[in-house]
């Protein structure tokens, strides 16, 4: 199996990607995180990312008061 990497996007979604093959524009390769097997990836993205709205989505609804 090919081996994998954690990606994230500006937005802070996750992903696996292929090791050998480029990111694609507007993801980066998560230093921090496994690589290899993509369950062992799969399995650190599911650890890491706790809310699968994007960034710009939580920081509205984290600003937005309380009524």
Known sequence: MMPHVVVRNDADQYSTWAMTRRPPDGWHIVDNAPQGDVEVCLTWI???WTSI???PIRTHETNVPIR
């Open 53 to 55: 709205l994007p960034r």
């Open 46 to 48: 599911e650890s890491h």
